[in-house]
């Protein structure tokens, strides 16, 4: 079954298809209306919430063949992405990333290690569509991992989270030597594996029944 669109660490999910209430919400999140018809609005700009024929706002349903076409998109852009950022990204930020990433490798019996390797996966990303300089592209990227937070977070379990440490740390390298070919493979085989765990922790059962 897909995950929700919707999933923050502190609160409970939006289930796919799941209607929206505003009064509902800002009780939850204990704010304003405001805040929350704006948050729908900007959401269904992003493709994450869908207007149905009755005029209200429900979480878009994800079936697998939108994630893989989602997971396409993403490695166009970045690998793309990468290719420009190879030679350009700073050098410091470079080796920040490489350190953490070590570090991170043998903190794993730290409470919050599955967090701090969610958020150093979304640093990661970030600095390299940064570093690519091109403004459109960067944002682009951001609109399609935005897409795919939440599977990317139900599917953070240590052993998927050190397989994509793994997976950056091959990236880093090939950027550390300069080898944008050997970069721009290891960022294609990076997001097609991820794309292959959602694949297998969501739709597998779908496929064989």
């Known amino acids: 079954m897909p995950p929700n669109c ?7 999910p939006l289930a796919n298809g799941q209607e929206l209430r505003e009064v509902s919400l800002a009780k939850e999140f204990g704010v304003s209306r405001t805040p929350v018809h704006e948050a729908i609005r900007q959401l269904t700009l992003e493709g994450l919430i869908e207007q ?52 991170l490798k043998c903190a794993l019996e730290d409470q919050d290690w599955a967090n701090r390797a969610l958020d150093l996966d979304i640093k990661f990303h970030e600095l390299i569509a940064e570093a690519s300089g091109n403004e459109r592209l960067n944002t682009e990227i951001k609109r399609y991992r935005l897409l795919l ?21 091959m990236i880093l390298n090939a950027l550390r030597s300069g080898n944008k070919i050997a970069a721009a493979n290891a960022m294609a085989t990076h997001i097609d594996a991820r794309r292959d765990a959602v694949l297998s922790e969501f739709y597998s059962k779908t496929a064989t029944t």
């Open 52 to 103: 149905t024929v009755t005029n209200k706002s429900r979480v878009v349903a994800f079936d697998s063949n939108c994630v893989q076409e989602i997971y396409e998109m993403r490695k166009i852009l970045e690998v793309a992405a990468i290719k420009r950022a190879s030679g350009n990204m700073n050098p410091k930020q470079l080796e920040k990333l490489v350190e953490s990433t070590e570090l």
């Open 149 to 169: 937070r939440a599977f990317c977070q139900i599917t953070g379990n240590r052993l998927n989270l050190m397989d994509a440490l793994e997976e950056h740390l």
């Open 6 to 12: 919707f999933y923050h660490r502190d609160f409970a």
